[in-house]
């Protein structure tokens, strides 16, 4: 993405916004609340079409205009609420919107198909027949971001996936964050965690108010310049505890 601009009556959302997101690396975009993240995710999904700048996509000018052009093009989004049917067990979930334009699917191809994707993953799902309702937080993550693979994506979208997750639940999702990257993808990361970006993410983009706001290596980088860029201070409540959490380590060792 070059020189992004997108307007919403007189108030710009995002301004010359620049974002690349490499084959096998794990981008995490971060910002506070009304940073434009959100706006950029969908900008990219195609629910919101740019007003200003160039998309590109494996070096050629892409239109992604629609949600449709944005998966054809090879993206695909895990939006935060996930958009998964309870009451349909996890190959419907898998396959649901796959039947126009095609003919018809098999029950027992799907069935496999779903499996081969969920061990490609290392998912922990009982049974590919149980219904999504009776699936753990994690379990479900991980439902949607096997169904964001069928259509074998080169950029996958994470919105906020480990939100509400408990401690070992969102273990697992990291791990499929993991094979995700492994497996060659390209991986938007969108969460407010410092501690996920830390465990799984190679880059980290900083949106404020709409623009860029830093672009690091997360192994070259300190928590607190990260925070730094997100508030737009050098000094905020997470430098300033780090800072003391620092000052009593060195008087504990001295002492």
């Known amino acids: 993405m070059k020189g992004i601009c997108k307007d919403f009556g007189a108030i710009r959302a995002l301004s010359d916004i620049d974002l690349t997101v490499n084959r096998g690396e794990v981008v995490a975009l971060l910002g506070d609340n009304g940073a434009g993240k959100s706006t950029l995710v969908k900008v990219l999904a195609g629910v919101h079409p740019h007003d200003e700048g160039v998309v590109e996509f494996d070096g050629q000018a892409a239109d992604i205009s629609t949600p449709a052009a944005s998966r054809a093009l090879g993206i695909a989004t ?10 349909l067990d996890v190959v419907a ?22 499996w081969d994707l969920l061990k490609q993953l290392a998912a922990k799902i009982p049974s590919v027949r149980i219904q999504v309702a ?7 993550q991980t439902v949607a971001i096997a169904r964001s693979l069928i259509g074998e994506p080169a950029l996958v979208m994470l919105d906020e996936p ?20 492994d497996r060659g993808h390209a991986v938007l990361l ?3 965690n410092l501690a996920d970006v830390r465990a799984v993410a190679d880059r980290v983009v900083v949106l404020r108010l709409g623009h860029n706001n830093g672009d690091f290596k997360v192994r070259e980088t300190t928590q607190e310049d990260i925070v730094a860029a997100i508030t737009g201070a050098t ?20 002492s």
Do not use: W
Not at 78 to 87: F, G, P, W
Not at 97 to 112: D, F, I, K, T, V
């Open 93 to 114: 979930n898998l396959f649901l919107g796959c039947e126009r334009g095609r003919p018809l699917l098999a029950e027992e191809e799907m069935e496999q198909r779903a």
């Open 190 to 192: 969108i969460t407010h």
């Open 235 to 254: 000094d905020s409540a997470v430098t300033r505890r780090a800072a003391a959490v620092a000052e009593r380590a060195k008087m504990e060792t001295q």
């Open 162 to 181: 480990t939100a509400a997750l408990g401690v070992a639940q969102t273990a697992e999702v990291l791990n499929l964050i993991e094979r995700l990257r």
């Open 134 to 140: 009776a699936l753990s937080g994690g379990q479900r």
């Open 78 to 87: 895990v939006y935060q609420d996930l958009a998964l049917c309870d009451n």
